[in-house]
């Protein structure tokens, strides 16, 4: 399946009760296989898990731990980027080439790179003394 196709699918299973705002994402990994997931939301809004978030936590959850490409949509008038919190996300398991493409239900597209959607990203090699 592709990325696209992919994530718009599970946009459809998105939770978002409160904003009325459906995304959804799908990410590649180096093996071909493709992890989706969607927005949730609950009571406590804004408190919820963007769709970044819950393909990355099945990404992990399958045991891969790197991706190779990134789709999110939803429902906009111009691609809507992702929130700062999953641009770090995104570049924990994204090398800085990585494509990241944002598109509309309508098909707009557009596509970065990760080191241009999170330039200066914080990574690990901070962490070392």
Request: glycine letters at 10%; proline letters at 5%; a negative charge.
């Amino acid at each position: 399946m592709s990325l696209k196709n992919a994530a718009i699918a599970v946009r459809e299973n998105a939770y978002a009760p409160y904003s009325q705002f459906k995304v959804g994402a799908a990410i590649r990994t180096p093996s071909g296989a493709v992890y989706s997931g969607c927005n949730v939301e609950n009571a406590a809004y804004p408190e919820g898990t963007c769709a970044e978030a819950g393909a990355i936590a099945a990404m992990i959850a399958a045991g891969e731990t790197e991706l190779v490409a990134a789709y999110v949509v939803a429902g906009a008038d111009k691609p809507v980027p992702p929130c700062g919190g999953c641009r770090q996300k995104l570049a924990e398991f994204a090398k800085g080439d990585i494509e990241i493409t944002m598109a509309t239900m309508a098909g707009e597209e557009q596509v970065i790179r990760m080191d241009a959607l999170l330039p200066g990203a914080f990574d690990a090699a901070f962490l070392k003394e």
